[in-house]
Every structure is written in structure tokens, then in C-alpha cells.
């Protein structure tokens, strides 16, 4: 052996960091949208805690007062205050709690019916495939702005409602999705091997087919969280989905009209924060969709 000579297993040694980088696709977008999310979402668990104001705390003499001033009590407003002089940091960060919360309550409760009837269409086929899908067709068929306010007119606005509206109305595409990889996933030999070991339907659906098909269901529900914050602060926005009293982004961007004139800062301070989590949360949605799709080189 050559004196000096590089043996075979000796190489340039490449940074753990770089190799994690590239085996899940992460770029600085990516990344900068996960700390994004991550500090609204400690801001909304927070808001109590780092809230320096009541959000319902009005305050006439304070009306309007621009970011980053003091206000007539000589009291430092980070975000300024709207036209009833609530502090907008405040509320800002109380609506994210609530944004949040409608996004991912009603993506698992869509998530969940979808995923359960393409199970049972997929799988079962026959008499259960074609009532699940024409029901799926005639919800497409109906325009969905028109089905929520036509059911908010019956129910009422809330919360809760809101909730249950967009969790039961968005369930189609997740069907759509699941029981098209049902399909794909049912005549394959690992499958085919349980059934045959005497393996009831139930069984097969929860322990071989459906971790097989999760990928694009999760994929589209993160699509979703953000559809569905910008549904409800739609609703909110017009005055059909949560009541003026619960400080949402929606509420505050209705409110904000009638002095839009004289204040930029009420619409426009909302408005960026619901940008900013929606752009977000749609930056982590493409990068699940590359992270799991195996069309895409690593």
C-alpha cells in the first residue's frame, strides 16, 4: 500500500445538517414558515399570559391611536387601537386562538368523514361506492358559499357552528382522495396475504390499508387549515359566522371598514396577520405534498 494514500472508507465527511436538509426537503421558506406558525401559535396559547389588555376593553379617548404612539392615558400601543379604542395587539393575538382553532377543528372533523366513507367506498364497493359518491357530487353541485350561509341563517352564528359547517360540508375531496387510493392499494399482495389469513374487513381497512393511504389525505387537510381560516373570516367578515363580541380577524377587517378613511392600521394590521398565517400554513402544505410525493427526486 502506498504510504499516504487515502483508504476506502475515508471521504469527505458531509454535515448531519445538510443530509437531514435534503432527505426531507426543507428550504429556508419552508423552515421560516414553521417558525412563523410555531410563534403564532405561541402567541395564541399565550394570549392571556403576554396580553397586556382585555380585548373587550374599550376605551373612547384612546379611539385610533396610530402604532407604536402613546395613547391619551400615556400608555405604549405596540399596534395602536381601533375605533373603539381596544388595543389591537390584543386582539390580533386573541383571534389567532381562534383562527387556529377553526382551522384545525374543522380539517379533523372533514378529515375524519372523508376519510371514513372513501374507506367504505373503496373498499365495499357496489351499493356503498355509488351513494357515497353522488352524495359527493351533488355537495360539489352546490355552491359553498350559498350552503353556509344557508345553514348559519338556521342555526345562527357561533363559533361552534362555524366549526361544524366547514368540518361537515368539507368532507368530499378527502373521500374523493381516499377511496381513489383505496382502490389502487386493495389488490395488492400484502393485502390479498391478510385477507386470505382470515383477516376481517375491518382489520384490513385500519391496519393495512389506511397507513398506506394517509399521505394525501394529511396533504389536503393541510390545504385545508388555510381554506377554511379564510372561509371563516369571509363569514365573519360579512357578519354570518362568530358574533362581534369573540375577537376574530374577520370581525376586526368588518369593523375597520367604516373608519378605513381615517386609520389604516385597524384593516391593515388583521389583515397582514392573516396573510402571513394562511401563506404560511400553504408554504408547509407544498412542502408535505413534495415530502410525499415519490415523483418527486429527493
Known sequence: MTVGAPRSGDGPRRNPWVVFYRRYKLTVPVVLSFAILLAIVIVALGAPTFATYDPHETSLRDRLTPPLTMDASDTFRLMGTDALGRDLATRIAYGARFSLLIGLASVMIGGTIGLVLGLLAGYAGGFWEDLIMRAADLQVALPSMVLYLAILAVLGGGMVQVILILGFTGWVMYARVARAQVLAVKNQEFVIAAESLGASPLRVLIQHITPNILA??????????????????????IGVGIPPSVPTWGGML?????????????????????????????????????????????
Do not use: C
Not at 217 to 226: C, E, L, P, R, T
Not at 270 to 292: E, H, K, S, Y
Open 216 to 237: 394525501p389525505v394529511i396533504v389536503i387537510g393541510s390545504f385545508d387549515v388555510a381554506k377554511n381560516i379564510v372561509v371563516a373570516a369571509a363569514l365573519s367578515f
Open 254 to 298: 368588518s369593523e375597520a371598514r367604516d373608519v378605513l378613511r381615517l386609520a389604516w392600521w385597524p384593516a391593515t394590521l388583521p389583515g397582514t396577520a392573516l396573510m402571513i398565517l394562511v401563506l404560511a400554513v400553504n408554504m408547509i402544505g407544498d412542502w408535505l405534498r413534495d415530502l410525499f410525493d415519490p415523483r418527486i427526486d429527493a
